[in-house]
């Protein structure tokens, strides 16, 4: 493999991470385990803790395993360096708690994934960090909000419950110009469909458990960050003593080699059930920024290379029984949490939680998760429930069948 680094992604995936040539000719990395890392000589123990490389000397500091996956993602995200985390969720908070301090402010989209919300409010809020939520679509109007303690603009696109898209690089402008880096949980994406860094984002985030995976076998996050920002970051996050396993961070390599083909399949399938339900009576609205109808649709358009198969629909009722009779009726979807994985997901989520801008939408909000089964199949399985659903009551009033798609309401 010595030819230069590809750029185009689908060749990038199957290249980045290995080097058959220093792996005695395997294809794939080999798998280290391990906590010691012995040196050769007493010289060459104390040489190693002399170069800048932290993790020659000991297992917490990761292996060529984890190194290979971590270069793999940083190279993808256009990034400049990556950290594995055992969750996604622990790749959040540990980029908040690198770059947040008592009397920082904190800005955070309002549609940010709940246990984030939940470890900004617990935990942030307990150490003296101001922690302030704003509408997704606020764009480059979060000026108002930036104060001078204001460190970092935590971001989410598109929010993983309800898929309000935002404007990256205006908001980016704004939190530069007033000295605050930017994050984004780039999950929904991947790193192939959006490009943080390209946007103006410092840091992004990966729930590698999701498509990176995709599999529903391990649970994995990553922090990629920008010169500047890993500068920052990788001395305090190591501080902490995370690390990943092996096993589950060989998977993730593993899952990146189809990345490219699975989300096509994903993104393909979801837009063609988004497409169909938006059609259907018992579905007051669906969101799903791909569709054209969608108050993101412009905004994903411009910034974004593809769509996953994660989105969400309101079904109009919230009685209980018509919930049941749909749910009993899917049989392609699972009730589960967690997404990305080859199986199709239903869920109910029901009202999801805000503050900076009130959830409006009558109805039950139920996020599915297009899977990698035939697209036949998982469009008449919903369909059908969908009809039963109506059959039921599941509708929307002739006052609301009245607005137009997509209204921002
Ligand atoms: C699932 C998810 C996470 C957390 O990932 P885990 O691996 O489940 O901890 C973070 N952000 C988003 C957007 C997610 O969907």
Known sequence: MKSPVPSLPDTLLIRTGRDPGKQSGYVNPPLFRGSTIMAESYEAWESAKKTDNPYGNYGRFGSPTIRAFEEAIAQLEGGHACQVFPS?????????????????????????????RSFADGQLARFGIQVEYFDPAIGAGIHALMRPQTRLVFLEVPGSLSFEMADVPAIARVAHAAGALVAIDNSWASPLYFKPFAHGADISIQAATKYILGHSDALLGTVTCNEHAWEIFLPRARLFGETA??????????????????????WQTGLALAQAMAAHPAVSRVMHPALPQDPGHAVWKRDFLGASGLFSFVLATEKQAVLSAFFGALKHFGIGLSWGGFESLALPVGRPLRTARPWEHAGTLIRVHAGLEDAQDLLDDMLAALDIAHARGAGIAPSRQAEPAGALR
């Open 245 to 266: 396993g092996p096993e589950d961070v060989y998977l993730a390599l593993r899952g990146l080699r189809t990345l490219g083909v699975r989300l096509r399949q994903h």
């Open 88 to 116: 996604g969720l622990s790749a959040c908070t540990h980029t908040l708690l690198a770059f947040l301090k008592a009397g920082d402010h904190l800005l955070i989209t309002d549609n940010v994934y709940g246990p984030t």
